[in-house]
């Protein structure tokens, strides 16, 4: 008689729990309430776009959307809904765009704060929650009605934070309390697309939104846009995230002083998203590749194809690229698989020059390297017209791993290794050998360097060899 009971109990926690997904045409719609992941200080709704690659391997733009009045709430796991299923979220169940969007849920809905619920603490922590899935470089904010204003005091406030942002979308909004701040739009190599329309009223009339137009297009006509559309209130947003503006009468030229801006099919951007993402931007004090660096330079005769060579580093902004441009140097003798230097064939004993250039949005660095094969090292012990006279080497070199191959010629019995200063790190006697008269000697956990292998026959040395060790 208990089960039906235990049934409908856990029924209840399933229904209950603080995450839900919903998926998109191919992306994926999830809610969080607060302090539900991480310690999110905002319950949001998230969207991530088709094929999201979640192995950190791949970076997005990331778009914040910020609702209006109608839409406020603490973010507990019921009230979210009223931002997964209106406007931008509820339009995301069934289309889709190539941006991580991160969709919060502010109690006041204007944006303002208390210390420890407003914008500037949700972007804080998104980017430390997302760090290595946000694109640095693409970074949107947008936001109607109230959830304006809160971008509004984001452009007074002028945050590091603030600064990192590429684009601002402003719908329906009063922006007359930034009209003073505009130029920060432009120190910060920011844009700004403005959407209202004619027939809004206060708090909101377009007039309010206007001058801080205004006053960035006399600085720089290219930082800003203002789109009015033709008898409508206070819902200009709606034709906004859906592409359908386009499609709707709107104010043109210049008039009484403000030069809107006409969206329409002839736009150089298909829609609103290619437009943020046509406008990314470096982040503060991002550089260009630098101190471009291989692990390893040199390579002993005799190796296969594909043989791994080392891996390539730089400094600067990620993501990092590297390429090796065709024709130049013996590139042709060399691939890239990621950062993995490798050689396409076997090579004869010589000095290689490859010639790798690293790019990243901010630019591009070429370095030459030059690559050296070694001729393997091989002794002969004995007298080498006799029957009884064998080959000696020490293989793989560079070393990868911990097990070093050497071929005695079954004359050699002990080996040593020393490190540069001179100070003996390993010896063995009396090693038995394979039936080819190969042995296996495991070094442990040798750090990379530089090393010497000596081999000995009746406790004379006959080799001395250098040996390259790698991670």
Known sequence: MLRPLVLLLWAAVLCCTVVQSAVAQKGTLTKY??????????????????????????QYPVLYFLHGLGEKGWGSYEEIDKVLNTYLCQWLKTHDVPFVVLAPQDHSGYWTGDGTNDLQAFVAWASQEYKGIIQPTQQHLAGFSSGGYGIRDYIIANTPACRAFSTFTLMSTNLAAAVNDVKNIVDNDQYV???????????????????????????????TRFTAFVDVAHASWIY???NEGKKRKQLTGTIDGTTFYPWTEADPDPDWYAWMIRHGKAPVNAKAPFALALSNHVLDEGFKADTLVGDLTADGLEPMAFALPAGTGDNDAFALAGNALTVRE???????????????????????????????????VGNEHSAGARAVAVYPNPLQGRVLSVRTGSVIDAIELVSTQGVTLYRTVEQSSSSDGIVSVDLGDLPAGIYVVRLFHRQAAVQQSRLVKTN
Do not use: C, Q
């Open 33 to 58: 309430a607060i302090r539900t992941r991480n310690g999110n200080v905002k319950g949001y709704v998230e969207y991530l776009p088709p094929g999201f690659d979640n192995s950190g391997k791949t």
């Open 240 to 242: 906004v995230y859906n």
């Open 193 to 223: 697309w403005i959407f209202h329309g004619d027939k809004d009223i206060n708090p909101n009339r377009m007039s309010e939104a206007e001058g801080f137009h205004n006053k960035l297009y006399a600085l720089d006509s290219t930082r």
């Open 346 to 380: 076997s090579l004869p004993p010589g000095t290689y020059t490859v010639v790798v250039k690293a790019t990243n949005v901010i630019g591009a660095t070429e370095k030459t390297f030059e690559i050296t094969v070694n001729k393997k090292e091989e002794v002969i």
